[in-house]
């Protein structure tokens, strides 16, 4: 038996593929396309492990993924594979819909007509699994209930609209053709191998480098945070136990303020790596620094920002029996140590291409 999965060299798909090959020996096929997001660094344990096949190529490729298909004939797809960052959808958004609209469609052709010559007990073990947002449902009012999966689709950002077009060809694809699809869409995720152009690593990095800590507009938005394994853990609960055709919320029961979990982050740098130990100076001033906070900077707002997500988390808890493992306090303080532990990481990351989306995107 073989999975094959999508994206699996960026942030969450990297600690999927790792935490699959820590509890199983059934071997994956990891196909990406390795834009900037993708880092095979993330998976340099696995280096020489027969288990995992990376194959770099796009999800739109059709020729490739039908070769992959009838070379390793995996009993299940997971598809991680997408562009992922609001802001770059924002200044770009042609990538999102080729490959999360475009690609998700070829892929979804592809997987269809593998799926459709298994023999029938294989076709009805067989599952597609789609990894979404909850950035699809749009955005909350203060006191709104959180979202469940009967909630509305009205994503507002180039990135929630090709994401919320990629879940109606799946589930399109599975109400039209029977194709066994399983969607989860989940909150924001933090933790190891997160790229530096999301709030919570870009916090830490920019912080240890005494540059500005960018908040937008009044860091008064709400985001609900998973620590990244603990959306892995959901997702294998998922494919292991979901039924078909249904779509699964997930997400961390801990929403935050942006600027809380900024000065949270702060606060914890203040313990682990105090800024006069390390002799953090202020990148624009010069002057030394005393305390992190003391680098957060307001700027201007995300055009179109959305105001607050919240995940109404009840279906899998009660159906699947997930739940996280990590509190926000417990699955921060981790993350930061992780990336403390791992300044050649960081370092690597920050290429060229990272420098010049940062000059881009913050001026
Ligand atoms: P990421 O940007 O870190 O990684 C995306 C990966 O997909 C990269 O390795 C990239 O090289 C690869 N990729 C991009 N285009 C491709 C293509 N055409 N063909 C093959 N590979 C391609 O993203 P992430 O944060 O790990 O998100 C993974 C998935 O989870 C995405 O579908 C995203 O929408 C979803 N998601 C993310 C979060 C979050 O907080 N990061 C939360 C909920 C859902
Ligand atoms: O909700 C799930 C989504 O979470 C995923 O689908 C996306 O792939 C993922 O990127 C993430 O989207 P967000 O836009 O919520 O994440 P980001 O880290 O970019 O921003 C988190 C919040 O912090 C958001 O309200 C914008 C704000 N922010 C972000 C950056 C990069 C800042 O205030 N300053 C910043 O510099």
């Known amino acids: 038996m073989t999975i094959l999965v999508t994206g699996g060299a960026g942030f969450i798909g990297s600690n999927f593929v790792l935490d699959w090959l820590a509890q199983s020996d059934e071997p ?13 660094e993330n998976l340099a344990d696995l280096e020489g492990d027969p288990r995992h096949r990376f194959v ?14 009838a070379q390793h004939r995996p009993r299940a797809v997971l598809n991680f594979a997408a562009e992922s960052h609001v802001d770059r959808s924002i200044h770009g958004p042609e990538d999102f819909i080729q490959t999360n609209v475009v690609g998700t469609f070829r892929l979804l052709q592809a997987v269809r007509a593998y799926w459709s010559e298994l023999p029938d007990s294989d076709k009805t073990a067989f599952r597609f699994l789609h990894v979404s947002t909850d950035e699809v449902y749009g955005s909350l009012g203060p006191t709104d209930p959180a979202f469940t999966e009967a909630h509305r689709y009205e994503p507002n950002s180039p990135y929630s609209a090709s994401k919320a077009a990629s879940d ?3 589930r399109a694809w599975h109400h039209t053709y029977g194709l066994p699809t399983l969607t989860t869409n989940c909150s924001n995720n933090y933790g190891p191998y997160h790229f530096p152009e999301k709030l919570i690593p870009l916090t830490i990095v920019n912080a240890l480098a005494g540059q500005p ?12 945070w998973l620590y990244v394994r603990d959306h892995c853990a959901a997702i294998r609960r998922v494919l292991q136990a979901g039924q078909p055709g249904h779509t699964y919320n997930i997400g961390g029961l801990s929403e935050r303020t942006n600027l809380d979990v900024v000065r949270q982050i702060c606060a914890l740098l203040d313990e682990l790596a105090p800024a006069p130990q390390r002799r953090v100076a202020h990148a624009r001033t010069g002057q030394s620094i005393t305390n992190y906070a003391e680098l957060i900077t307001f700027v201007a707002d995300r055009p179109g920002h959305d105001r607050r997500y919240a995940m109404d988390i009840r279906k899998i ?20 140590q992780w990336y403390l532990d791992h300044p050649q990481w960081v370092q690597r990351v920050q290429s060229g291409a990272y420098r010049e989306w940062i000059a881009r995107h913050y001026g």
């Open 168 to 170: 109606h060809l799946v």
């Open 213 to 224: 800590l960018p908040v937008y507009g009044d860091g008064q938005q709400v985001r609900d």
């Open 28 to 40: 994956v096929v990891n196909l990406d396309k390795l834009t900037y997001a993708g880092n095979r």
């Open 317 to 336: 808890q009660r159906e699947l029996g997930w739940q996280p493992a990590e509190t926000f306090d417990s699955g921060l303080r981790k993350t930061v």
């Open 56 to 69: 770099q190529g796009d999800i739109g490729d059709t020729a490739l993924v039908q070769r992959l298909l």
